[in-house]
């Protein structure tokens, strides 16, 4: 009985303690045993053949070939913008907040020289590998519960209609009635193309003519947005709340300007001040050496006037009678 006590609880165990939502699900798709298996790093092991490492490699590849999979045969766009939601799908800051909210850590086995915080996406990825290898119902509703779940769906409905004219038109026509618009192409018997913006009830809103297909296109687009985004316009720039939000907006940047200009001007004046100081510096140093360099001058004068003083002066004693022969002895 003491044994036993002593004992760690097994990963079954602590699903009796785990107080979280997917507590059903693991005991749906795991055992025991084979929980057990999923969530131990090659780490815990002295042989390097045993851990999770295949169940990380499928996560990896198979599982998340079989969200593509879905991806593509149930969800519009293009391949880019599949790829795009297929990455943010599995993106790392994701797959760790998916260890956190499962409580996974509890069932992780690792070595001690091993970090756990910094590789929860690894567990994560073995999670998804098993879950590869179980029946196509399983792992669909695995899939859609919490791989394709509600805080994604921002990456389905995101559209990047910002540049696209005609969709913000279409958007503003959707939003008023629920109609939809589009452009009609045709050529007229001078050669040149039309483009006709027509609503989905067959009312032309306005049409463009040009030599150019593609300006034909943007030419109608704008004035088709124009018209239909003029009522809104008008009303807006004559709300007051909009326009004290303006003004208020206009007094920030003003202020704003005038910070980044002082900031500036101030920025400017320090380093006039710096440059200043070290031309003062310069030209101190400079007098000062030029002033050292006068006095080490007159000293040498002095004391070559010094010299020559003293040259004359022993110049000008009378010669002695000892020099005087001995002058004479040299002439003879």
Not at 183 to 210: F, I, N, P, Y
Request: with cysteine; glycine share 4%.
């Amino acid at each position: 009985m003491e044994e036993k006590l002593t004992q760690q609880p097994r990963p079954r165990d602590n699903f009796k303690a785990w107080e979280d939502p997917l507590y059903n699900d693991l005991r749906k798709i795991f055992s025991r045993a084979r929980l057990r298996e999923v969530l131990t790093h090659s780490s815990f092991y002295e042989k390097e053949d045993k851990g999770n490492s295949r169940y990380v490699f499928a996560g990896m590849s198979v599982f998340k070939g079989q969200v593509a999979e879905v991806l593509y045969k149930y969800f519009t766009g293009d391949g880019t913008r599949l790829q795009h939601i297929l990455g943010n799908l599995f993106r790392q800051e994701r797959l760790e907040r998916m260890f956190d909210s499962w409580k996974l850590r509890q069932f992780v086995r690792a070595g001690s020289g091993f970090n756990v915080d910094t590789h929860k996406h690894i567990f994560v990825y073995a999670i998804f590998g098993y879950v590869s290898t179980l029946d196509d119902n399983l792992r669909n509703w695995f899939i859609s519960k919490y791989i394709l779940a509600d805080d994604v769906k921002h990456f389905f409905t995101h559209r990047k209609r910002n540049r696209d004219i005609l969709a913000q038109a279409d958007e503003i026509v959707r939003q008023t009635d629920g109609r939809r618009l589009t452009l009609e192409m045709e050529q007229t018997e001078d050669d040149l193309h039309r483009a006709k913006a027509v609503l989905s009830d067959g009312t032309l809103l306005c049409e463009a003519t040009s030599k150019s297909w593609r300006y034909a296109r943007a030419k109608a687009s704008k004035a088709a947005l124009n018209l239909l985004a003029t009522p809104g316009r008008k009303a807006l720039l004559s709300n007051p709340e909009y326009q004290a939000r303006v003004l208020a907006k206009q007094e920030e940047e003003k202020a704003r300007r005038a910070a980044a200009i002082a900031e500036r001007d101030a920025a400017k004046e320090a380093l006039r001040l710096k440059k200043e100081e070290e031309r003062a510096a310069i030209a101190k140093a400079r007098d000062a050496k030029r002033r050292a360099s006068q006095a080490e001058a007159k000293k040498r004068r002095a004391e070559n006037a010094a010299r020559a003083a003293a040259k004359a002066a022993k110049e000008a004693r009378p010669m002695s009678a000892k020099k005087r022969r001995h002058l004479e002895d040299k002439k003879k």
